[in-house]
């Protein structure tokens, strides 16, 4: 099966398109325009279409993913903000955003041919709102915020009507104070969360609690966070400015990574699936400025990439620890801002 890497290049309005080979390396198979400031990607579902956020432009563009793998513009949506992060919901009807700057949260429709479709509606948060995912249920979506906010906006979602509204009865979680969550993922079960902590340079747990389905799609109860656990993703000493970015967890469900900036490097995170706790195992030195890497769904390699360097490095995934390997590195372009796979 052929795995293809999708980078947004912003600094250049191009999405460059890699092949990775099953020794880890990469071969360039094409680059597409996308003027605008291409950012943040998201894709559907069935593996038809991928969105993304023109951040300069204030645009959603969506694309037709060919069966080569190349992309074929099906349109843009103009907006009134630039979105950060896109996400689809998981019937994939609808697709969601963050809004750094304008601090809120917001839901497209997808329409039949995979375009971006009229803003169904948004939701005001605060500032700095930098992702949005909903559960696995499709029932809940998370807007993580760094400072001043500190917090985790929670929401309840429609997935018949595409609406969002405020989590009850509670709307939102502050977070252990200076904190800063800013992305994060749900473990396998989906009976955890996990924050890359942007100015605490940490990862934070969190018990994920939700009612039964039916209780939730008839308004009688919300969900909940519970953090606790706090570890530092710094080496013990380091006395050097940082800020986490993205956090990614390893397809098995056993291996965090979270990206340090001032570091620069890829921390490594041991997960009990049982109890959900986490334990620090390591960092591998990385990039300039690691603000986006991923995992390919085999889970053999990842790759980061660095905003201060222009290239993108590869490591092999070590299938006993989670440790990584460095193999390659490459010159890609000016502000990569996405690292998105697709097999």
């Not at 915020?145 to 009850?168: M, R, V, W």
């Not at 989906?190 to 939730?216: C, G, L, M, N």
């Not at 710094?234 to 993205?246: I, R, S």
């Not at 995170?269 to 603000?291: C, K, M, N, Y």
Request: with cysteine; proline share 6%.
């Amino acid at each position: 099966m052929t795995t293809l890497v999708y980078i947004t290049l912003s600094g250049d309005d191009l999405i460059r398109i890699f092949e990775l080979h099953n020794d880890g390396q990469l071969s360039q198979r094409q680059t597409v325009s996308a003027a605008g400031g291409p950012s943040a990607l998201a894709v559907a579902p069935d593996g038809k279409t991928l969105f993304c956020s023109l951040r300069a432009s204030n645009e959603l563009a969506s694309f037709r993913l060919e069966p080569d793998g190349g992309l074929r513009l099906l349109g843009k949506r103009q907006l009134d903000a630039d979105a950060c992060y896109l996400a689809t919901d998981k019937s994939g009807r609808f697709l969601m955003s963050a809004y750094y700057r304008a601090g809120k949260a917001a839901v497209h429709r997808i329409e039949p041919d995979g375009s971006v479709g009229p803003e169904v509606c948004s939701e005001k948060t605060a500032d700095r709102a930098h992702c949005i995912e909903t559960d696995a249920s499709n029932r809940f979506a998370l807007v993580p915020h760094p400072l001043d906010a500190n917090s985790i906006f929670l929401f309840q979602f429609d997935e018949e009507s595409g609406q969002i509204s405020p989590n009850q009865p509670a709307p939102r979680l502050v977070a252990p104070e200076g904190l800063g969550p800013r992305h994060f993922v749900f473990s396998l079960d989906q009976r955890f969360v996990y924050t890359s902590d942007e100015d605490a340079s940490s990862v934070t747990a969190y018990h994920f609690d939700k009612p039964p389905a039916s209780k939730a799609q008839s308004n009688q109860g919300g969900c909940e966070l519970r953090p606790f656990q706090t570890i530092s993703s710094l080496p013990e000493g380091f006395a050097g400015d940082n800020t986490c970015a993205q956090i990614h967890l390893h397809p098995t469900g056993r291996t965090l990574y979270v990206s340090n900036r001032g570091h620069e490097s890829i921390a490594v995170f041991e997960v009990d699936t049982e109890s959900g706790s986490i334990e620090l195992t390591g960092w591998q030195t990385t990039e300039a400025v690691p603000r986006v890497f991923g995992i390919d769904p085999s889970g053999l390699y990842l790759l980061a990439a660095g905003q201060g360097t222009g290239n993108v490095s590869t490591y092999a995934i070590s299938p006993e620890n989670g440790m990584l390997s460095p193999l390659n590195s490459y010159e890609v372009g000016t502000q990569p801002m996405w690292v998105l796979f697709r097999q």
